[in-house]
């Protein structure tokens, strides 16, 4: 049974019209969310992330957002830009697991933005 | 160097082969982490290195053996492979403990390997 799902493979934008990817969750425990950025040929990199005792965290052009109820987060871009083309993966985890830091990460959802 | 590297980047082996594939953290990090990513399914945690604790994923199959000398190195053996483990092996560390949140990972630009 998987644990975080990212119900859409892919999304394609205009460039400066806003991005959205979603990413849902069936673990009660998980209280800490992640979302990282993957171009190809690279490793993951963290973009940002947002701890259930928030319903949103900001960092410049990225948004996430937190529906604990619905147990569903987002990552907005805005605007977006031709260089935010990767893969973005959600990654939930338990806060109380300091000590190994393993993330459940969701498929991925490819995001194209279009020049 | 920086951040996380990866050895090799590419790996091509046969069955009866054996391999090692190395990962050096330039971070200072006390957490180490191997991955396989497969085609269109989600990163699958391997094995975890942390606080010089190793915490195994049961799932693994024993022809995958991790090694970790210290807190900068993690290699990860492998023996007698299937084509089936063909994939992006990716490694990542992190800093940890510390009482709060778990931290971000940083990843290796990964090896991608195939076995025939």
């Known amino acids: 049974d998987q644990q975080v799902k990212q119900n859409s493979p892919s999304l394609s934008v205009q460039e400066g019209r806003i991005s959205i990817l979603n990413c849902d969750y069936t673990n009660s425990m998980f209280d800490y969310f992640l979302w990282y950025k993957k171009y190809p040929a690279e490793g993951p990199t963290f973009l940002i992330s947002i701890s259930s005792i928030k319903d949103k965290n900001e960092d410049g052009r990225f948004t996430v957002f937190l529906n604990k109820s619905a147990k569903h987060l987002s990552l907005h871009i805005v605007p977006s830009q031709p260089g935010d083309s990767a893969v973005y993966f959600c990654a939930a985890s338990p806060s109380y697991n300091t000590n190994a830091g393993k993330s459940t990460f969701g498929d991925g959802t490819t995001l194209t933005v279009k020049p | 160097e920086t951040g996380v590297t990866q050895t090799p980047r590419h790996l091509v082996m046969g069955m009866t082969n054996k391999k090692s594939l190395k990962c050096e953290q330039h971070?200072?990090?006390?957490?180490m982490y191997w991955y396989k990513q497969s085609a269109k399914k989600p990163l699958e945690l391997m094995f975890v290195y942390s606080l010089e604790e190793r915490v195994e994923n049961n799932s693994v199959p024993s022809r995958f053996s991790p090694e970790c000398p210290n807190s900068s190195h993690l290699f990860l053996h492998l023996h007698t492979l299937q084509p089936e483990d063909s994939a992006l092996y990716l490694c990542a560390s992190s800093q940890e403990g510390g009482g709060g949140p778990p931290y971000e990972q940083y990843f290796g630009p990964g090896t991608r390997l195939t076995v025939t």
């Open positions: 971070l200072g990090h006390n957490a």
